[in-house]
């Protein structure tokens, strides 16, 4: 029988870095009993409101509740929105020292508006142009000193296609990784999908991948995953295929070896922030086992667990250590 609760608190050993978008979630929750009288839509009447922690910030938040150690970079806005996110950060015990305001950017804030669980309407503020060459080179001295002064196994980037994570900081911090032996992963996005060159893990969804590759098929096979993961080597060079497939599992491929690993049965409530998760989790039992297919049936029970939730929320490390016994490995 495998010791996952060793393999769980190994995790403590890790220091990580995140780079990437990071945002605020904001819930606005409230009750619809009539139609405005000054258009057709739905008045709300709020009786509450939550702001979480989103994007590159909710993968640490699930690193840092697996208990390694986390460090966060991005480049936020130098605004309200900021202050509140980096407050709730530091209230998670996330290391916010190098992630930069600046004046040419505001913080991206999805504000969600919910009903009876569901939701009705979403407000994006955000900036989507790359940052400035200034920030990006500021950034990328802030990883290096962090770099030199606690040597991370372990780099997650989290790319939301807003702007933080540039075709050249990729390339630059990539490289610095490999020369130093760091694992790097990646949860990518359209924009920069290929610019993830030689990482070790790729995790996109099947979404992503049927867009980027312009592929169109219907049956989830491993002869045409297998297909997508030749594709995406032959511009990636990169060691490790992790495609999610949303209610039919996750497909992993390494070399010649693939495999489809099915999804648990769950009562899905909110898929926000699953994406997130699996990242998290695979990012972490890779960096300590390099097993593949261990990494790819614990973040796919974590990726399921969180879906029960609603809204964008971190992985309960006692819950998912007790989910590892469906392993039966």
Request: aromatic share 8%; proline share 2%.
């Amino acid at each position: 029988m495998f010791n996952f609760e060793k393999l769980f608190n190994d995790f403590s050993s890790l220091k990580v870095a995140v780079v990437g978008d990071v945002m605020l979630d904001t819930y606005w929750w409230g009750s619809v009993d009539r139609i405005s009288p000054e258009a057709p839509v739905p008045i709300v009447a709020m009786h509450k409101k939550e702001q979480r922690i989103g994007g590159a910030g909710n993968v640490a938040l699930n690193t840092i509740s697996l208990g390694a150690e986390t460090t966060l970079f991005s480049v936020i806005g130098n605004d309200a929105d900021a202050d509140i996110l980096l407050s709730l950060l530091q209230q998670e015990n996330i290391d916010v020292q190098f992630i930069l305001k600046s004046k040419e950017r505001i913080t991206t804030n999805k504000i969600r508006i919910l009903s009876r669980n569901q939701q009705m309407m979403r407000l994006d503020a955000e900036m989507v142009h790359d940052i400035t060459n200034d920030d990006e080179l500021q950034l990328y001295n802030n990883f290096i000193t962090y770099a030199q002064q606690y040597q991370p196994a372990l780099v997650i980037f989290e790319d939301y296609n807003k702007g933080v994570l540039t075709q050249s900081l990729i390339a630059k911090l990539i490289a610095y990784c490999k020369a130093n032996n760091i694992v790097t992963t990646v949860d990518p996005k359209r924009k920069n999908f290929f610019s993830y060159k030689e990482v070790d893990i790729f995790k996109p969804n099947l979404k992503e991948v049927k867009e980027a590759l312009n592929f169109i098929f219907d049956q989830v096979e491993e002869p045409v995953l297998n297909n997508i993961h030749q594709q995406l080597h032959q511009v990636l060079a990169h060691q490790i295929s992790f495609i999610t497939l949303s209610e039919k599992g996750v497909y992993i491929q390494k070399n010649d070896f693939a495999k489809i690993i099915p999804s648990h049965m769950r009562k899905i409530a909110d898929v926000s922030g699953a994406g997130d998760t699996v990242i998290a989790v695979a990012s972490l039992v890779y960096a300590v086992t390099k097993d593949i297919i261990l990494t790819a049936q614990i973040a796919n029970l974590a990726g399921g667990l969180v879906c029960e939730d609603v809204g964008t929320v971190a992985i309960d490390k006692a819950k998912l250590l007790a989910e590892c016994s469906l392993l039966h490995i």
